[in-house]
């Protein structure tokens, strides 16, 4: 996978946040090297967040996010405000900006405590430098250039914070290792292509010195009588049926489990599943999606996975749906919260997602699991994972 088409949820995350008129779009000009953002005298000139990916040396691949002016007021100004507050449950690095006139103030300060809260590592900068002088330590001025090229370096050395948890399958192969994934080709399948988590298994299978045998559902039988796999890797709606063809003695899991532990919610996952045995007629089930896409007649989200819900349980809950960047603050009215893989999130929002679910006492878990549960075979699924054994050997 090219630098070029690196995965969002694969960049570090850079956002700018501050008041209005602080000179944060010109900063990101700046920085960007590009006439990105819209730059004006007028306030609130930026209303909706602006995303730009690039390559910022020597940090690598990054997401540069312009938000709308913190301290933006009336009713629309309060929507601008929300959406700021969304970048905040993406953010893997904050520049706080303002301008070296104003200093630091109650919005600086209110935005501080956020970052500090999150645990997000943040970089004062004073902007304008060429108009007031050098307001602070970081101070830069997006005319002249001066301090631009200080502040990327600043942004490059706090890059290795924002790194993934784990591994996505790298950790459980040997060099030589043969690796079946199994992928449904049907209706919901992108046309001329595989969805995310397949492509990225794929590159860290050839990246382990491995070799990886991508097959459908409908061949892997055949496939299963020619070749023994170290590990079979399927897709979730196709989990029962592989289940059954693949021997005992041949570790099994599924892409939707791996981009859990990937994103740090596999443990987390495994404990909120166990809701589902306890959930009642008329319990508000939160199916929360981190991309948007087109929902097909069959959709694993809102068709596959309530029906397979109300079978499992025999009960009828009340589902409710989210997608993208949507997910509410207050879940606390919910039974339980079931996301999926987040390979469209990167890790802090997915970590966001799940302890602010977890704070309210509200069961999280995901697709992957939920399914590999209900299937009676979750214990397999999690059986892979070595530091997870104990885990599974607790579980029926």
């Known amino acids: 996978m090219s630098l070029n088409s690196t995965p969002s949820a694969d960049r570090v995350h850079i956002a700018f946040f501050g008041r209005r008129n602080a000179g944060k779009s010109s900063l990101v000009n700046a920085v960007t090297g590009q006439d990105l953002a819209v730059v004006s005298p007028v306030s609130g000139t930026t209303t909706d967040p602006v995303f730009k990916a690039m390559e910022l040396l020597p940090l690598g691949p990054v997401m540069i996010i312009d938000t709308p002016g913190y301290d933006d007021e009336g009713e629309l ?5 929300e959406k700021t507050k969304q970048i905040l449950r993406k953010t893997d690095i904050a520049v706080v ?9 109650p919005t600086e300060r209110e935005l501080i405590a956020l970052f500090e809260e999150r645990g997000a590592p943040f970089i004062t900068v004073y902007t304008k430098s060429d108009l007031y002088g050098a307001g602070g330590e970081t101070a830069v001025s997006s005319v002249t250039g001066d301090g631009i090229e200080d502040l990327k370096n600043r942004l490059a050395a706090l890059g290795g914070k924002a790194a993934e948890p784990f591994p996505i399958v790298s950790d459980l192969l040997a060099p030589g290792d043969v690796a079946a994934l199994v992928i449904p080709i049907d209706k919901a399948a992108p046309k001329g292509r595989l969805i995310l988590p397949q492509q990225q298994t794929i590159r860290e299978i050839l990246d382990a010195g491995c070799s990886a045998l991508c097959v459908r559902d409908t061949e892997f039988a055949d496939a299963m009588n020619k070749v023994t796999p170290s590990i079979v890797i399927c ?16 570790r099994m899991t599924s892409f939707s489990v791996l981009m859990a532990r990937h994103k740090g919610i596999l443990e987390t996952a495994t404990r909120g599943v166990l809701a589902l045995d306890t959930l009642k007629d008329g319990d508000r089930v939160l199916i929360s999606e981190g991309c948007t896409h087109h929902r097909q007649c069959d959709d694993i989200g809102s068709v596959k996975l309530p029906r397979l819900i109300r079978k499992y349980t025999g009960v009828e809950p009340a589902f409710e749906f989210t997608s993208g960047g949507e997910y509410p603050d207050d879940v606390s009215g919910y039974s339980l919260v079931i996301h999926c893989g987040g390979c469209m999130l990167n890790g802090r929002e997915m970590a966001w ?12 878990t995901n697709y992957g699991v939920a399914i590999a549960y209900m299937n009676g075979i979750l214990k397999r699924a999690i059986s892979v994972f070595p530091d997870l054994k104990e885990t599974a050997e607790k579980m029926k």
Do not use: C
């Open 77 to 81: 100004g309060e929507k601008r405000v």
């Open 97 to 105: 900006v303002t301008d070296a006139k104003t200093g630091i103030g």
């Open 235 to 250: 897709d979730s709606q196709v989990f029962a049926k592989v289940d059954e063809l693949t021997p005992e003695d041949v």
């Open 353 to 364: 997602r799940m302890k602010n679910t977890d704070e309210q006492n509200v069961p999280f």
